[in-house]
Nanobody
């Protein structure tokens, strides 16, 4: 199994940007698709973005055009670049792969 640790969250004003990182430990990270999820208070966890081993990406409609998922397989890390942030983006963000368990996540709060 690959163990994941999310980081990079924080408090940001509407319209601002944040870059989240997900550091992985384990074998064969480069062959697995990875995803970013988020969970807002009182709501279920939802899929935000995915990236395949070959770099193909998909996004939820709510973040399309604002968020970019990427990966650096040499560093065993996946990223989520978030721009034009909105208050409704406030959530705990998690990364997940096929062979991983859920980590602790990182809190993103968008507020003026």
């Amino acid at each position: 199994q690959v163990q994941l640790v999310e980081s990079g969250g924080g408090l940001v004003q509407p319209g601002g940007s944040l870059r989240l990182s997900c550091a992985a430990s384990g074998r064969l990270f480069s062959i697995y698709p990875m995803g970013w999820y988020r969970q807002a208070p009182g709501k279920q966890r939802e899929l935000v973005a995915t990236i395949t081993s070959g770099g193909s990406t998909n996004y939820a409609d709510s973040v399309k055009g604002r968020f970019t998922i990427s990966r650096n397989n040499a560093k065993n890390t996946v990223y989520l670049q978030m721009s034009s942030l909105k208050p409704e983006d406030t959530a705990v963000y998690y990364c997940k792969g096929a062979t991983t368990s859920w980590g602790q996540g990182t809190q993103v709060t968008v507020s003026s």
